[in-house]
Structure formats: C-alpha cells, structure tokens
C-alpha cells in the first residue's frame, strides 16, 4: 500500500464551476477525513466517515459542500458553484480506529478559483 | 471549542536543540499531537502524548502537562531537512467518545540555519 492518495493533486476552475475531488485512503483504514488548509494556516476539519457513514460535519461544510464514501472504501468531496473564498488545499486522512493516535494523510488536492 | 497557540516561526542553527510550545483550551481532551509538514507537502505525524510526562522517538521528543494544558515538542541534533512546519494538535471529543478528529494550532514554520 502506498498511502493515502488524492486525485488531482491541483485544480484550477473559474468561479461558479462545480469540482469533485477523490481520495483513496490506506486500505484497511475505516476512518476517513477530510481537512482544508489555507496558507499559514493549520487544517481544519470538515467531516470524517466510519466506513460508508459520514458521523460529523463541520460548520465549515456548507451547504455547498458535499461528500461520500461510497461502499466505505474512496471517497469524493464535491464543491458546487465555487466561489474563490474556496481556494485552499483540500486534504484527505484516514485512520483504522479513532484510539489510533496517528492519522496517514495525502498529499492534498489544491484548488484555485479564478 | 478549541483553541491552540504555538510561535509562528523559530529559527535554530544545524546541530542546535529548539522546543516548540504549545498551549491548548478545548472542551474534550484525547491527547496532543504533533505533526510535520514541508513546503507543498504532506503532514506527518511525528508523535502523540495523552499522559503528563516526556515521549522520545529518536532526535524528536514530545512533553504534555495536562494540569496547565501545555505541551512541547523538542528537535534535537538539527538538520536542515528539520526546516518545515510543525503542528500542535487535539483530539476531540464527541458526546463522550473520540471521533479522532484532530484541532491543528497555526503551525511554527522551523527554519534551520547550516
């Protein structure tokens, strides 16, 4: 297993497009996040999955802002009608359980709205 | 909520000892984590404390005191390839378990000096 992989590693879409991102986590990992990460900033979280479930979203995820994990093995964050307050990197992680003290994370999906 | 408070930047020369604080607020807490990440890269997960007392792996050592909700991160024997990011992070807690999901502070960009 490689790691965690994210797909595409950068995105650049004029405002109002729609972009979906996927994330491949390491295979026997359940646990499965996503954070955003703006320059000079750490992550901040968005949501995480159990498997297929999607347990908690942050404030953050707006209306806008969907995710799945389909089948509970990769899963695609999906922004609508972007607007450049978007811009940032979208970084996936995961995790086999939430006492696992460490989390594997990608490389991070860049977006830039023009 | 959560909050976490580290320096913004340290800058060290090669073979030098720096330590990295942090102090946290947060409603739940499930042990403090540490994380690297260089320029474009991924974070890494350098170690996790969630006892009062010192963890040492290798040239990086990580100290929780949770009476004062502080902790600290010491890189010793510098390197340039040191020069990177380091993260302070909490876990959550979410009606009375932990989700695993992480608080990242702001980050201390490490410059190392030859």
């Known amino acids: 297993d490689t790691g965690v992989s994210q797909d595409p590693r950068h995105k650049i879409t004029k405002r109002g497009q729609n972009v979906t991102f996927r994330c491949d986590p390491i295979?026997?990992?359940?646990?499965l996040y996503w954070y955003r990460q703006t320059l000079g900033q750490g992550p901040e979280f968005l949501t995480y999955?159990?498997?297929?479930?999607?347990?908690?979203k942050s404030r953050l995820l707006s209306d806008r802002f969907s995710a799945e994990r389909p089948k509970g093995s990769f899963s695609t964050l999906e922004i609508q009608r972007t607007e450049q307050g978007d811009s940032a990197m979208y970084l996936c992680?995961?995790?086999?359980?939430?006492?696992?003290?460490?989390?594997?994370f990608g490389q991070g999906t860049r977006l830039t709205v023009v | 909520g959560q909050s976490l408070e580290q320096p913004s930047e340290v800058t060290a020369v090669e073979g030098a000892i720096v330590q990295i604080n942090c102090t946290y607020q947060?409603?739940?807490?499930?042990?403090l984590s540490w994380y690297q990440q260089h320029d474009g890269g991924a974070p890494t997960f350098l170690s996790y404390?969630?006892?009062?007392g010192l963890e040492e792996t290798g040239r990086f050592s990580s100290f929780l005191s949770r009476s004062d909700s502080y902790g600290y991160l010491l890189l010793q024997e510098l390197q340039m390839k040191d020069s990177a990011s380091y993260f302070c992070?909490?876990?959550?807690?979410?009606?009375?378990?932990?989700?695993?999901?992480?608080?990242f502070g702001r980050g201390t960009q490490l410059t190392v000096w030859p």
């Open positions: 947060t409603s739940g807490f499930y042990g």
């Open positions: 404390n969630a006892l009062d």
């Open positions: 992070a909490v876990r959550d807690e979410y009606r009375g378990s932990t989700l695993g999901r992480l608080y």
């Open positions: 295979s026997e990992h359940n646990r």
């Open positions: 992680a995961s995790s086999f359980r939430p006492e696992n003290t460490e989390a594997f």
């Open positions: 999955f159990q498997n297929e479930a999607q347990l908690e």
